[in-house]
């Protein structure tokens, strides 16, 4: 029997990376590495990598929600205040019931939080932007009642060790970011439940004549959209040891733009964890060159938000290509 000589082993490798959307993200990322080395040679120290992997690991576990999320055609604009309100929960509960019990009361929490959010857009027909949106803003209204406007406590020890700590020269919170990452690769691309997320998002009637939930499975990526942004809340308590009001604000739009820059069709049916992953570290690479520049706050956020819209304007060039 003849072997099957499928068209991708005839491309050459240029082709092949010319193809393959996430491979030119990865080069993408050591490409804007090597360029900041050569800016500051500090950033080329094994140190300074750790530290970069360390900060990019709490967007990139907000981010794996906004993926679940925009894969079907969604997008998940709570994820700043419901991190934030994981984060003060976290650190005010340990005091008064331990760690343990306050990291399950938490996801709990953050899981019932992003089933409203998935009811108001399954059942309801809000528009997400619109259901995300409001919800933040009842998250951001109960973090303020919760905390009195002062959060209180610290973070546990061991939540400590993960966000600070290191196993084998290797930090723990890289390491734990690389275990949600593989769960949610095997999640998106070994289960049904993973097919039917690309299929709701390529095509929902399509979706729903197949015998697919569209409503089970638009409920579900916000659940764990939520859930994905509470345990970033407590990974980034263990880093800094507190928790403040405020914290999640700086991933808002980080997330989404992670997401596109990671090759994920903004409209929903394409792309995948692999590239966010990506996205997230070179977002956190463009943050050293412009601290290097000494580029403001307000430049950075400019920056994200041009960076969304070359790239909605890209696909929907493509859109009408097709």
Same mark, same amino acid.
């Given at each position: 029997m003849l072997p099957v000589v499928t068209e991708s082993r005839l491309l050459s490798p240029w082709k092949k990376i010319r193809a393959s959307v996430v491979l030119k993200v990865y080069l993408t990322a050591i490409a804007l590495y090597i360029v900041s080395g050569l800016m500051e040679r500090n950033y080329f120290t094994l +140190?300074? *990598? !750790?530290? #970069? *992997?360390? =900060?990019? &690991?709490?967007?990139?576990?907000?981010? !794996?929600?906004?993926? =679940?999320?925009i894969l079907t055609g969604g997008i998940d604009l709570s994820i700043s205040y419901v991190l934030n309100f994981g984060a003060v929960m976290m650190t005010q509960m340990t005091t008064e019931h331990g760690g343990i019990a306050a990291a399950v009361i938490v996801c709990l929490t953050g899981l019932v939080i992003g089933v409203l959010n998935g009811i108001g857009v399954a059942y309801f027909n809000i528009s997400p932007l619109i259901m995300t949106l409001g919800m933040n803003s009842v998250v951001k209204g109960l973090s303020l009642i919760y905390t009195n406007g002062t959060p209180k406590g610290s973070a546990p020890h061991w939540l400590r060790f993960l966000g600070t700590g290191s196993i084998l020269g290797i930090r723990t919170?890289?390491? %734990?970011?690389? =275990? =949600? #990452? *593989?769960?949610?690769? %095997?999640?998106? !691309?070994? #289960? #049904?439940?993973? /097919? /039917?997320?690309?299929?709701?998002g390529n095509n929902p009637y399509t979706s729903y004549l197949s015998g697919v939930n569209n409503k089970r499975i638009t409920i579900s990526v916000y659940a764990l959209s939520s859930l994905f942004a509470v345990l970033a809340g407590m990974m980034m308590t263990g880093f800094s040891g507190l928790s403040y009001l405020g914290m999640g604000d700086m991933l808002l739009l980080p997330s989404v733009a992670?997401?596109?820059?990671?090759?994920? &069709?903004i409209l929903g049916g394409m792309g995948g964890y692999l590239g966010t992953f990506a996205g997230a570290v070179i977002i956190y690479i463009?943050? &050293?060159?412009?601290?290097? %520049?000494? !580029? +403001?706050?307000?430049?950075r956020q400019i920056l994200y938000g041009l960076v969304i819209l070359v790239v909605l304007f890209l696909y929907g060039r493509d859109s009408k290509r097709n």
């Open positions: +140190q300074h *990598l !750790m530290d #970069t *992997l360390v =900060l990019a &690991s709490f967007l990139g576990i907000v981010a !794996m929600g906004q993926t =679940l999320v919170a890289i390491l %734990v970011w690389i =275990l =949600l #990452t *593989l769960a949610v690769v %095997v999640l998106l !691309m070994k #289960t #049904t439940f993973g /097919r /039917r997320i690309y299929a709701l992670a997401v596109v820059i990671g090759g994920t &069709s463009l943050q &050293s060159i412009l601290t290097i %520049v000494h !580029m +403001q706050d307000a430049g």
